[in-house]
């Protein structure tokens, strides 16, 4: 037999092979020797290097990024007590749809959120519904890409974290942090930075964490800025944005960090105001040129103002310095797709094919790029593609809608009839099906299957224009103006540009004036 490895070298072996388990069973078995067996060490023992590394192991297996995961709940968007001002300037607010000054693509052009912005290239947990207007809406809208239930903090992400402590551990945590004297770690630097780590991410117990980075910042006479940086997320996680604001400000002065702009940037969108972070990420530029993260940044924000123009620019930038960004591709190929240039954004979408992308989103994509731009011998089998890839019902319920779109195109009404049928089959919830197939059914002269259907769907989305209008047009016909007039002024208020709704409400006046 070969020679064995020293226990603890084997143990960062594998952490740095980032097989965190096998490294945090090998320094269990470390921990658990008596304390004879272990080699005194002036500074920093064995045990301690086994307990460190082992910390650091757990907080591995469940970190994420604080920077861009970043979910909102109901409470705090509807409790929110930052406002700035109720009623912001135009082009100033991300809570305001429509208050760009670069004029963003018409709701008739590019589909919108529920907060009436265009739906984006790229899924972000901040672009997947905009700020509902009233708490109703805020409960029955979905949050994230995967779940039917709206966010809160207990069910999102920090709440799933918690509960991580008994995962990995079936004899109960590693670390019982009611017992823990802080004090006594915050002095020794090297532990407390692996143990700040643990209780934040693994633990998620902001308020330990917090009080070990009080006291480990105080320690180091308040010239770390890493743990400057740890306070400003503890503040920014329990909501205190003015407080974080300060700590990552300290913290820049003393360490120009790139994700300490990032985080700072955050505090101010969480504030609502996106023209002090985009100044922030401009700034930064200039002291770290061509970086990709803050370039991004600014083509975020200009994207979720409706400043789709500008935000493209920007997406062009990223990818002079960085050609393989993801979002930045799928983000330019949904804008030249809805730009009416399907045949360029399928050269975008090909490239992430290049890339080894390869998913059920992008060969959706692909397939619809390929019938607008009328190749249609691949439309059909990105489609079949898309559906072999499809992960969950709702991503089978977008393939399904979009071949009912191109069944409509080819003028086979039957196809399209039976792909909406299969959309609502996948997803009960899917509006844009619901209005497709009452346009479809007022077609056959089945006005009461259509009627119930706009209800549905006008109900399900009430920020979409299309059920509002077509509902306005069907009551309209038959003859119930009071009802069609009602329809037509929310068509109006979703989509006040509409020129059909601005003539339908012209000519319903028009009726009232003569009767």
């Known amino acids: 037999m070969g020679l064995e490895l020293e226990p603890l070298f084997q143990a960062w072996s594998c952490f740095r092979r980032r097989k965190f388990r096998q490294c945090a069973d090998l320094c269990s078995q470390l921990l658990e020797r008596p304390p004879g067996e272990q080699e005194p060490d002036s500074e920093y023992s064995v045990f301690q290097a086994a307990w460190s590394l082992k910390t650091r192991a757990l907080t591995e297996m469940v970190y994420v990024d604080e920077i861009d995961m970043d979910q909102e709940g109901i409470a705090e968007m509807m409790l929110d007590e930052n406002a700035i001002a109720q009623v912001a300037r135009p082009g100033t607010s991300l809570k305001l749809p429509g208050t760009s000054q670069g004029g963003g693509p018409s709701p008739a052009v590019r589909p919108v959120t529920q907060s009436g912005r265009p739906i984006t290239g790229f899924v972000r947990p901040s672009t997947q519904g905009g700020r509902p207007s009233t708490m109703e809406q805020a409960i029955k809208t979905p949050r994230t890409a995967l779940t039917a239930r709206p966010i809160t903090s207990a069910s999102g992400r920090y709440g799933r974290l918690g509960t991580a402590s008994m995962l990995t551990n079936p004899d109960g945590p590693f670390i019982n942090l009611s017992r823990l004297n802080l004090a006594k770690y915050a002095q020794k630097p090297k532990l407390a930075k692996a143990l700040f780590e643990y209780i934040f991410h693994h633990e998620n117990d902001v308020k330990n964490a917090l009080d070990l980075a009080a006291l480990a910042t105080e320690h180091a006479q308040f010239k770390d800025w890493w743990w400057k940086v740890q306070i400003g997320k503890c503040y920014y996680r329990l909501g205190l944005y003015r407080e974080a604001e300060k700590q990552f400000k300290s913290a820049l002065k003393q360490q120009d960090m790139v994700d300490t702009i990032l985080y700072l940037a955050k505090v101010y969108l969480r504030l609502d105001q996106p023209v002090t972070a985009l100044n922030l990420f401009k700034q930064g530029l200039d002291r770290f040129p061509g970086e990709v993260t803050l370039i991004c940044g600014i083509a975020r924000i200009y994207e979720e103002m409706n400043n789709i123009s500008s935000a493209a620019e920007y997406y062009k930038d990223v990818l002079k310095q960085d050609n393989t960004h993801v979002e930045a591709i799928a983000c330019i190929g949904s804008n030249h797709f809805y730009a009416d240039q399907p045949e360029i954004a399928l050269r975008f979408y090909r490239r992430l094919l290049q890339m080894g992308v390869y998913n059920c989103q992008l060969f959706n994509n ?37 071949l009912g779109h191109v069944a409509v195109g080819i003028g086979d009404l039957n196809l399209a009839y039976q792909c909406f049928k299969l959309t609502l089959v996948n997803n009960n919830d899917y509006a844009e099906a619901y209005n497709n197939l009452a346009v479809l059914e007022m ?30 047009i069907l009551s309209e016909k038959v003859g119930d103006l009071q009802r069609s007039y009602t329809a037509a002024q929310k068509s109006e208020e979703a989509f006040p540009g509409h020129v059909d709704t601005q003539q339908l409400i012209k000519q319903l006046k028009q009726h009232f004036a003569m009767l």
């Open 366 to 402: 692909l397939g619809l790029c390929c019938f607008y731009a009328q190749q249609y011998d691949m439309t059909l089998s990105s489609f079949e593609r898309a559906l072999f890839l499809a992960e969950n019902e709702e991503e089978t319920a977008d393939v399904w809608y979009n």
């Open 443 to 472: 077609q056959k002269g089945h006005v009461e299957q259509a009627r119930a259907l706009l209800q549905t769907a006008s109900s399900l989305a009430p920020h979409m224009y299309e059920p509002h209008f077509n509902f306005a």
